[in-house]
């Protein structure tokens, strides 16, 4: 019996973190642990980029740049983004269990002019079926691979090695 | 005090030594694969590969002890000789009532995160206890299966060498079974003897190899099937959960039945390729009986819905297609590359034979 409820437990653990797909995590490394909805994201500053996707042709996105979502979170970025917090990096997940990984450096505005954002938003339209409610956005990145579509959560961690 | 604690050490082993009990010294185990497979390993810390584990582990996946009624064991679902399948669109358990899922392939499951069709288990040892004890698996609970062991004359001694004391548990016994389990490592194909020039495909296969790895570009004349976007690397899957195209109303709701999100609707785990022509039929229902079915769907069927795989969407060899609109040929030149992935050493590997025939 101890087993069963130990699995179900476990399991249920599982779904709970998995349960709010249209809410995003941001975890780990950070101050403030966040589950931000759909509405708490449409509070948040827009900023609008241009990029090419794997089609080719050059879309407008609009979003929130991904580092004002690590600031929320209290993650080491601007000025204290030095020493060991170099060695930190910020996991995006999808939900169909992709993931793709940015150092904080690469996001941060005090190392390049590339703003990163969450992206709701393609042509002045909602991201279509499969790829939305949010999709993160590199502009200048010349294979899209890292423009990871539902996004679940963002976790912040120090590389272990 | 030096003195002291030689007194204590030389009765501590006097006194091993005089119950003629061998003190646990487990020997570890260790797993050899291809670096390039990686080291993003599962192997929880709780439970290391040890040899002794490693071996109880093989012994129980074939023991019908653990199974309601000593009918079947792991292995009566899952055949080496299909790569660890049964052959069967869904099993048969205990009590003869099929399962709801096809039995999935146990290969490289080493690298694997999350188990099951739906990815709900986080672990081997916890997935594990869903086939012991579902009433259309084995149909036992792990206490009883733990106590028929406990009485037998072979394994108390088997779990000591392996965990430190003869009690049996079904944490030891789930334990045991992933120990071995992730032994279950194919990385000898034809085709990693191809790789490492050892192996000359023929001229099908070959073609077939460049079109399971190219995207399709009609605009740009450029052929393929695009297999790689979700069975690519050295393992040939991603662990990824995707709606590819069956039902526009699935039956099984897939993983939206573990999360409620309406995304995951009809979402199943993207299943590795390695030994695919041995695991027959295919899909989460074994609702394909052959390869041929397989890249039939791929190729003419793809059926639209809200939750349908973006990788899906509008990737055609035809401009505007929304299957893949392969030729029978390269259909055919795909299948003979797949069938490299066969990997006879795997499944003649006397270590993860049933040692009890």
């Given amino acids: ?34 589950k931000l909805s759909v509405a708490d994201i449409a509070k948040m500053k827009k900023t609008e980029v241009t990029a090419a996707d794997r089609d080719g042709k050059t879309h407008r996105y609009s979003g929130v740049p991904v580092t004002d979502i690590l600031q929320q979170a209290g993650v080491t970025l601007g000025a204290q983004l030095r020493g060991e917090n170099m060695a930190k990096y910020l996991l995006v997940k999808s939900g169909d269990g992709y993931e793709v990984l940015f150092s904080l450096a690469e996001l941060d505005a005090a190392f390049t002019d590339r703003v990163v954002i969450l992206a709701d938003q393609v042509d002045g339209k909602p991201l279509p079926d499969g790829k939305g409610p949010f999709r993160i956005v590199v502009p200048g990145e010349k294979k899209p691979a890292r423009w990871i579509w539902e996004v679940t959560t963002m976790t912040v961690r120090f590389a272990k090695d | 005090m030096k003195k002291c604690w030689w007194l204590i050490w030389s009765g501590v082993l006097a006194l091993s030594f005089l119950s003629g009990r061998v003190s646990y010294a487990p020997q570890p185990y260790v797993l ?40 079947i064991s792991c292995g009566t679902c899952h055949e080496q000789q299909r790569a660890f399948t049964d052959g069967k669109t869904f099993s048969t358990g205990v009590d003869d009532v099929p399962t709801d899922r096809n039995a999935m392939s146990l290969v490289n499951l080493l690298w694997v995160r999350n188990f099951f069709w739906d990815g709900r288990a986080p672990g081997l040892e916890l997935q594990a206890i869903t086939p012991l004890t579902a009433p259309h698996e084995m149909g036992q609970p792990l206490e009883v299966a733990a106590q028929k062991l406990q009485q037998s004359t072979l394994y108390p001694g088997l779990f000591n060498a392996a965990f430190g004391s003869d009690q049996i548990s079904g944490d030891r016994i789930t334990k045991a079974l992933a120990q071995f389990e992730r032994t279950l490592i194919s990385a000898d194909s034809r085709y990693d003897q191809y790789l490492e020039g050892r192996y000359q495909p023929d001229s099908a296969a070959l073609r077939g190899l460049q079109l399971f790895s190219t995207a399709p570009a009609p605009e740009k004349k ?26 526009s109303l699935p039956r099984d709701a897939g993983r939206e039945k573990q999360t409620g999100v309406a995304a995951d609707r009809g979402r199943f785990r993207v299943p590795t390729l ?8 295919y899909m989460h229902d074994g609702r394909f009986n052959s390869l041929e079915e397989v890249l039939d769907h791929y190729s003419e069927h793809i059926v639209s819905s809200a939750s349908l795989s973006p990788v899906l969407r509008q990737t055609s060899n035809e401009a505007g297609g929304n299957s893949l609109r392969l030729t029978k040929r390269e259909q055919k030149d795909i299948i003979a ?12 590997n006397p270590n993860f034979s049933n040692p009890f025939n």
């Fill in chain 1, 1 to 34: 019996m101890l087993y069963k409820l130990a699995a179900g437990l476990l399991i249920s653990a599982f779904m709970a973190t998995t349960a709010f797909g249209q809410t995003i995590s941001v975890e780990g490394e950070v101050t403030t642990p966040l």
């Fill in chain 2, 32 to 71: 050899e694969y291809p670096a390039s497979f990686g080291h993003r390993i599962n192997t929880p810390a709780d439970n290391p590969l040890t040899k002794e584990g490693v071996y109880l582990g093989r012994l129980l996946f074939y023991e019908k002890q653990l199974s309601a009624g000593n009918k």
């Fill in chain 2, 222 to 247: 450029i052929r393929g099937a695009n297999c790689t976007h979700c069975h690519g690397g050295p393992k040939f899957y991603i662990e990824l959960y995707h709606n590819n195209g069956l039902d």
């Fill in chain 2, 274 to 281: 390695r030994n695919i022509a041995l695991t027959a039929p």
């Fill in chain 2, 337 to 348: 590359f797949l069938h490299l992935l066969t990997d006879s050493s795997f499944i003649n």
